[in-house]
């Protein structure tokens, strides 16, 4: 499942931003480490945040599908037909600075993955919104930011709708794969032509509630940001300029 859990975690009490900087950390930290063990503990720190949100569950099973064709393809291009010089694991010839390469690339993409699905699953839309607002930061970014966080569940949600009327109709989704591809039509063009008709009936709806004026508008209820959030995302900033300083001072993290 990708899209926002409800939950009482410290990261769903938590400012909206915090979590954002927090993946947003390890996104860049992920780029600022180059050996694997290092990239290891990107990795170990990305999932620590998913225990802490208390989604590690549901965001496991989306970062496992979407990682592991990555990561078989990066094994056979740099470890199995990579450079010189050679080794033998698990009776295979590999390819040394190959299976390096293999791992550092895999390991930020994994990094990554769960850092952002774990964010997906615990930072509210509408906390985000508020906070945001609460910002004064202009509504075009707002309605971008939220609109691409909750793009994923709202399409599950049509397709699924869409997937039920039309089955209702007689759609069978069995049979060879050729029947199975002549099956995808009649789901995916009404769920593109309803994405669409969404999209413009929102700009009509938000056009008229005066949101393209460009006034300031007043946060509701606005998520508390304590003094210790705000540390927190000076040390998370710090940390990683720090590490990039290592980088290119030639530290070898």
Not at 42 to 50: E, N, R, S, T, Y
């Amino acid at each position: 499942m990708i899209g926002y859990v409800p939950g009482v975690s410290p990261l769903h009490r938590a400012h909206p931003y915090t979590p954002l900087a927090t993946a947003g950390a390890l996104l860049l930290a992920a780029f600022a480490v180059t050996t694997p063990a290092t990239i290891g503990v990107i990795a170990v720190l990305a999932v620590a945040l998913a225990l802490l949100g208390g989604v590690l569950e549901r965001v496991a099973r989306p970062a496992f599908v979407i990682a592991v064709p990555t990561w078989t393809l990066l094994l056979v291009l740099h470890a199995l037909l990579g450079p010189e010089p050679f080794g033998v694991l698990a009776g295979l010839r590999v390819s040394e600075p190959g299976l390096t390469r293999a791992l550092v690339l895999g390991g930020r993409l994994t990094a990554i993955l769960v850092a952002f699905l774990t964010v997906l699953a615990v930072v509210s839309p509408a906390r985000l919104v508020e906070a945001m607002t609460a910002r004064g930061v202009s509504f075009a970014w707002m309605y971008l930011l939220v609109s691409t966080l909750t793009l994923v569940p709202r399409l599950r949600e049509r397709a699924a709708r869409i997937l039920e009327a039309q089955q209702c109709r007689g759609l069978t989704l069995g049979g060879s794969p050729l029947a199975r591809v002549a099956a995808l039509g009649p789901l995916v063009l009404p769920l593109v032509l309803g994405a669409l008709v969404e999209v413009d009936e929102q700009v009509l709806a938000l056009d008229a509630r005066g949101v393209t004026s460009g006034q300031r508008r007043t946060a509701l209820d606005p998520p508390a940001d304590h003094t210790m959030e705000r540390v927190w995302r000076v040390v998370l900033a710090v940390a990683v300029v720090g590490l990039f300083a290592a980088r290119f001072a030639g530290a070898g993290l």
